[in-house]
């Protein structure tokens, strides 16, 4: 029996493969790998995505914010768009009122692995300047984003307990990474913003009315792990 999806779609109708994931590509990363291919579980029907959904919701093993194997399809459907693994996808893709998000970090990954980037650096991490160059192949000119601690004052965002106070160098990496991808790679991360950037849209701002946000992604990563003395991304943007 085959459950109907949709006019002409069945379970059993194939669904793309991960964009960038060609033949030989597969091949090369099962030689790469030890001979293992890492897309031997990806979902190739309606049927195998709804299956592998399903064993992944019920593994208890995802974030809690999805909340269904139909919102599991969703995320790795998403991912699909953007060339990302099934894995890939659940890890990286964040849903905030039914917005998708990508980290940063997954976002600086799709740019370096495109291969329309020439530059893509964080040329300066601290706790008060985060600095990223951006070039497309045949552009003439580096893009160079900046973003300041004064940037994220003035905007409201460093607040008493805030991801902002506790990690200023993370925060302002991660930030001036998206402005980045946006500004040169606006394609290859399909337009999307960070969580961090939905929930501060969100967040109430003194004298006005706004939504209590939920608890930024990067913020709770940071806190599970020892953030270190690792280096970490606004408004100000220069072509040099």
């Known amino acids: 029996m085959r459950t109907e999806m949709g006019p002409g779609m069945t379970t059993a109708t194939p669904i793309a493969a991960p964009v960038p994931y060609s033949a030989q590509q597969t091949a090369a990363w099962g030689q790469d790998h030890g001979g293992l291919n890492r897309l031997q579980f990806e979902p190739h029907s309606w049927a195998e ?10 593994s208890r093993l995802l974030p809690r914010s999805i909340p269904s194997p139909q919102a599991v399809m969703v995320i790795i459907f998403q991912g699909r768009e953007l060339g990302l693994s099934a894995m890939q996808s659940i890890n990286g893709i964040h849903v905030i009122e039914g917005r998708a998000s990508l980290s940063a970090q997954l976002m600086h990954s799709l740019v370096l692995r495109s291969e329309a980037h020439e530059i893509f650096e964080i040329i300066e991490s601290s706790d008060e300047l985060c600095r990223v160059a951006a070039r497309r192949k045949g552009d003439s000119a580096t893009l160079e984003i900046r973003w300041t601690l004064g940037d994220a004052k003035r905007a409201g965002l460093v607040r008493d307990g805030s991801g902002w106070q506790k990690y200023p160098r ?16 606006s394609d290859v991360i399909g337009g999307l913003y960070t969580p961090e950037e939905l929930d501060e849209q969100r967040a109430p701002r003194p004298g006005g009315a706004g939504v209590a ?3 930024p992604v990067l913020e709770a990563t940071i806190d599970a792990i020892d953030p270190g003395p690792e280096p970490g991304l606004g408004p100000d943007v220069a072509s040099a």
Do not use: G, W, Y
Request: no cysteine.
């Open 49 to 58: 995505l709804a299956a592998l959904a399903d064993v992944l919701f019920r």
């Open 170 to 185: 993370q925060m302002l990496r991660a930030r001036a990474i998206s402005d980045a991808a946006r500004a040169k790679f």
């Open 213 to 215: 946000p939920e608890r």
